[in-house]
């Protein structure tokens, strides 16, 4: 007959797949992440290209291509900005941790048009920091500077994947009047 165990590990199976829930998967394996092109021009000359450039290649519903005649849709970077801000200070007063802050905002056209709201991404992580040792700091920063980015660019492809283009007949929103 069947263990106790076998059917405790079915009855979990069958209780989180009936409340909706599945395991996260890669992109191509959920629908609900599917571009809205095939294929896009990326716009060279900010810092979280190589990122985007890199996490476009992972994808394989999404073609990136050279030649910005070629492409569905182009993906430009409309603002980045770093930030280091202190965290932590020591007992003598000294800065004992830093946080590093990076946001980055992209729009996205297709056929000359923009589809959705811009797309804004912010991520930040601490770092520790020491006196003692200021070139290793200095290169580890960077390396954390890096890894910002890259993460960046994987929330912003997760983000363009969930845009719905902008309906210019719609009417506009208008906020409530003041009493």
Known sequence: MF?????????????LTACGFHLRGSPEDTA????PFKSVYVAPGSQIYPSIVRQLAF????????????AEAVLRVAGEHQEKETSALTRAGQVAEYRLIYSVTVTLERNKVMYGEPVTVRVHRTFPYSDNSVLGKAEEEQTVWKS????????LLYRIAALKPVDPLAPVATPPAKR
Request: aromatic letters at 2%; proline letters at 3%.
């Open 32 to 35: 609900m992440m599917k571009m």
């Open 3 to 15: 263990s106790m165990r076998t059917v405790f590990v079915a009855l979990v199976a069958l209780a």
């Open 59 to 70: 994808r394989p519903d999404v073609v990136r291509v050279n030649d910005i005649k070629a």
């Open 148 to 155: 910002l980015r890259d993460d960046a660019a994987t929330l």
